[in-house]
């Protein structure tokens, strides 16, 4: 997860010695950690996880896209549950104070609900400030800390999946802003080395106030080309050892995928990320939960357009992102629009850009659905053909490692399924 940076150099770095979450931070160092009334505490999470309405499907924290205008998107094609994108504690603190929420994608509104907003850090006493900062904005149910990022940036700032390793610090920071806020703390984590060593940081964070629990069943090691299958035994094993919800991510390519990670893992909701973000009618194969209306590719890209209109990010590049992703084989196969929408200087234009890809497209194929394009599509774009057996073994799932192939390379031309098919 690269991708605030744009706001600040994400590096744990501390707040000055004159300012409030220092003062935190010493103030936490004297104080000894309280000891959690275990029965009480997963009593309380059950409690708060059924008031959310028990969500079962539940689009993930995504860097620079799990913004407004993608959780409307999302929530009006079966998405339950949403998460912010990552906020680095200590550069939202640095942020001016009038515009941190909407740099960091943290503005919501009541359609927007509920909200959980994840943070990255590794001091308890940033984490704790920022936290209750964003407790008060109307419609975060809970603050959630991120201990699975792989990616480089996480290494170099001492966050994520690289403080894994570190259970007594985790511990720390989650039996802090369990016992300091006043809204529950949820984890996501990865796979460590051994199950072992998993389970035990998992009932660890529970001990210490975790109310939720979202595991990836991957280890850090296992990121981009070497991914390799998502380990659903580890999942179904944590679940029926840990007393709190738990929620599965990672292995995760159509509905199909979540029911079948559902009933074997038996957890309490499928969050999903990549697979969403090319098609956010993923929980509801692609049916408008309040309409009715059936979408395709470039039915979603135009409302998720309108929605960016209504509510825009802080910046254009995550719009253009989204539409990228949505239409993906459309720009594959037209080139010229793909310079199009990557030259685009504002929603209207890259409106234009999905119109002209409709026309096109329904021109070349005749006005008839041509089907799927499977593979060709943006979630299976490193992946070739053949590479991963959905229906083989169900303890592990999703993309098996195999050889990354180029965005451009192995598109055929009449592949348009993508933009026409409703469940691509």
């Known amino acids: 997860m690269a991708g605030v940076t744009a706001a600040c150099p994400l590096q744990a770095a501390r707040i000055s010695s004159r300012g409030l979450a220092h003062e935190q ?24 996880y059924r008031s959310m309405g028990s969500p079962r499907y539940v689009c993930a924290p995504m860097v620079d896209q799990s913004e407004l ?69 109307e419609g975060v149910c809970a603050v959630d800390l991120n201990l699975g990022c792989p990616q480089g940036i996480a290494r170099k700032g001492k966050y994520g999946a690289f403080l894994l390793h570190q259970a007594d610090l985790v511990v720390r920071i989650v039996s802090t802003l369990s016992r300091e806020l006043d809204k529950p703390v949820t984890c996501k984590i990865r796979l460590l ?22 595991v990836h069943g991957r280890t850090k090691e296992q990121n981009k080309h070497l991914v390799g299958s998502c380990d659903w035994e580890a999942i179904r094993k944590i679940k029926a050892a840990v007393p709190v919800p738990v929620f599965a991510n990672g292995g995760i390519a ?49 409302e998720y357009l309108e929605l960016a209109a209504q509510h825009p990010p802080d910046r254009l590049k995550c719009v253009r992102a989204h539409v ?53 599509s943006w979630y299976w774009r490193h992946w070739h053909k053949g590479v ?16 990354r192939r180029g965005e451009e390379g192995g598109v055929e031309s009449e592949g348009m399924g993508c933009l026409f098919g409703a469940e691509d």
């Open 25 to 48: 931070a010493l103030l936490l160092q004297q104080q000894p950690s309280l000891p959690l009334d275990l029965e009480a505490h997963v009593a309380r999470a059950w409690r708060w």
């Open 69 to 137: 205008a993608f959780r409307l998107l999302c929530r009006r094609y079966g998405t339950q549950l949403a998460f912010s994108p990552m906020v680095h504690a200590a550069c939202y603190l640095r942020e001016k104070r009038s515009k941190r929420n909407e740099v960091f994608f943290c503005n919501t509104n009541p359609q927007d609900w509920p909200l959980i907003v994840q943070l990255c850090g590794n001091d308890p006493g940033v984490l704790l400030a920022a936290a209750k900062e964003i407790c008060r904005i």
């Open 193 to 214: 080395p051994t199950f072992s060593e998993t389970l035990a940081l998992c009932q660890a964070l529970v001990g210490a106030g975790c109310s939720l629990l979202t």
């Open 254 to 302: 159509d509905l199909d995928d979540v029911e079948k990670c559902l009933s074997f893992t038996k957890v309490d909701g499928v969050m999903s990320s990549e697979a969403l973000l090319e098609n956010p009618g993923l929980f509801s194969r692609n049916v408008n939960v309040v309409t009715g209306h059936r979408a395709n590719q470039l039915d979603l890209a135009e």
């Open 324 to 376: 990228f992703k949505l239409v993906f084989t459309g720009v594959q196969l037209f080139e010229d629009l793909r310079d199009a929408l990557v030259a685009a200087e504002n929603v209207k234009e890259m409106r234009w850009v999905v119109g002209e890809i409709r026309r096109r497209a329904l021109e070349r194929a005749q006005g008839r659905d041509v089907g799927s394009a499977g593979e060709r």
């Open 388 to 403: 991963t057996d959905k229906g083989s073994e169900l303890p592990r799932q999703g993309k098996e490692g195999g050889k």
